[in-house]
Nanobody, 115 residues
Framework: QVQLVESGGGLVQAGGSLRLSCAAS????????MAWYRQAPGKQRELVSR???????NYADSVKGRFTISRGNAKNTGDLQMNSLKPEDTAVYFC?????????WGQGTQVTVSS
């Protein structure tokens, strides 16, 4: 069984920064990939960023140059550094990890960017 918990969300002014963290627990040998998704009010869920175990990172065009995905310092953790935040970044952010081809989702954390 695998459980994911996101943290670090909150309220920030436009231009500010937040760092989201994802912690996985349970039966984990290795994480093949991790990703961050978000769902904003009135919009569909979208992929924000994905990082493979080999170190390949991908970003949505809307966040390129502003967001950085990385493995966390602690085992089975990951981070999403968000800089130069915009009101349109407001959404619930979800961490997703892939283990042996299976995806596991966290409960989400709210990020609100005020103008």
């Amino acid at each position: 069984q695998v459980q994911l918990v996101e943290s670090g969300g909150g309220l920030v002014q436009a231009g500010g920064s937040l760092r989201l963290s994802c912690a996985a627990s349970g039966t984990i040998f290795s994480i093949n990939a991790m990703a961050w998704y978000r769902q904003a009010p009135g919009k569909q869920r979208e992929l924000v960023s994905r990082l493979t175990s080999g170190g390949t990172a991908n970003y949505a065009d809307s966040v390129k140059g502003r967001f950085t995905i990385s493995r966390g310092n602690a085992k089975n953790t990951g981070d999403l550094q968000m800089n130069s935040l915009k009101p349109e970044d407001t959404a619930v952010y979800f961490c997703v990890v892939t283990i042996f081809g299976r995806d596991y989702w966290g409960q989400g954390t709210q990020v609100t960017v005020s103008s």
